[in-house]
C-alpha cells in the first residue's frame, strides 16, 4: 500500500516563529488532507489539497503531486497551534492513509 | 452547522463489559467510518461502510462491531472490553464525490 512519511517528528518553537511541515507520499494521489489534532483529541481539518497551494489565515498548504510531496506552514506561531499535525492521502479509493503525524509545542 | 457528533465524549466501563459508542451526523455523507487511536500514534482504521455496505479492516479483532441503522447514525460495540482497548474512538465522514474527511470530536474510552 501507499506510504506515508512526515518530517520532523517532533518540533518545539518558541511563539511567534514560523515551521515548515511536511508530507511525502510514495504513489500517485488524487486528494490529500492535512488535520491538527488539538489536545482534546479532535482531528480538525486545515486543508483538502490534492495539488497547489491555499492559505487560511498564518496557515498555508502546498501540494505538488508530481513531486509526491505536501509541505504545511505555519507563520507567527501562537500556543494555541500546539498539538498533532497530519497528513493524509488515500491508500485505495476512499480508504486514507495517515501519517505518524508531526508533534509540535509552541512555547510563550 | 452540519457536522459529525459523538457520545458520549468520555466513557468509562470495567473489563469484560460491553460498551456502545455512538456517531451520527448532519452532513448526509455516505460513508462512515471508525477509528481507533492509542496515545502517540496515528488513527488506526477499524472498520467502515460505504452506505450500508460493511468494510472490516482484516486486522479488526472480532471483540468490534458496528451498526449502521441509517445514513445518520453508526455504532460500535465493544462486546467484552479489554485493558488494551483503552482508547480515543474517533468517527468519521466523507462523501462520495472528493472523500474529504470530517472527523468527531471523539469518545475517550477508559477500562477499570
Known amino acids: 500500500g501507499i506510504q506515508v512519511e512526515q518530517s520532523p517528528p517532533d518540533l518545539i518553537l518558541q511563539e511567534g516563529a514560523n515551521s515548515t511541515l511536511r508530507c511525502n507520499f510514495s504513489?500517485?494521489?488524487?486528494?490529500l488532507q492535512w488535520f491538527h489534532q488539538n489536545p482534546w483529541g479532535q482531528l480538525i481539518n486545515l486543508f483538502y489539497?490534492?495539488?497547489g497551494t491555499k492559505q487560511n489565515g498564518r496557515l498555508s498548504a502546498t501540494t505538488v503531486a508530481t513531486e509526491r510531496y505536501s509541505l504545511l506552514y505555519i507563520s507567527s506561531s501562537q500556543t494555541t497551534d500546539s498539538g498533532v499535525y497530519f497528513c493524509?492521502?488515500?491508500?485505495?479509493?476512499?480508504?486514507?492513509?495517515f501519517g505518524r503525524g508531526t508533534s509540535l509545542i509552541v512555547h510563550p | 452547522d452540519a457536522m459529525v457528533i459523538q457520545n458520549p465524549r468520555y466513557q468509562v466501563t470495567q473489563f469484560g463489559k460491553p460498551v456502545t459508542l455512538s456517531c451520527s451526523q448532519t452532513?448526509?455523507?455516505?460513508?462512515m467510518y471508525w477509528y481507533q487511536q492509542k496515545s502517540s500514534q496515528a488513527p488506526k482504521l477499524l472498520f467502515h461502510?460505504?452506505?450500508?455496505?460493511?468494510?472490516n479492516e482484516a486486522d479488526t479483532p472480532d471483540n468490534f462491531q458496528s451498526r449502521r441503522p441509517n445514513t445518520s447514525f453508526c455504532f460500535l460495540d465493544i462486546r467484552s472490553p479489554g485493558l488494551g482497548d483503552a482508547a480515543m474512538y474517533l468517527c468519521?465522514?466523507?462523501?462520495?464525490?472528493?472523500?474529504?474527511?470530517?472527523f468527531g470530536p471523539g469518545t475517550r474510552l477508559t477500562v477499570t
Open positions: 468519521a465522514t466523507s462523501g462520495s464525490g472528493s472523500y474529504e474527511q470530517y
Open positions: 504513489d500517485s494521489v488524487n486528494n
Open positions: 489539497i490534492p495539488s
Open positions: 493524509a492521502v488515500p491508500g485505495g479509493s476512499y480508504i486514507p492513509t
Open positions: 452532513l448526509n455523507h455516505n460513508v
Open positions: 461502510y460505504y452506505d450500508k455496505d460493511f468494510n
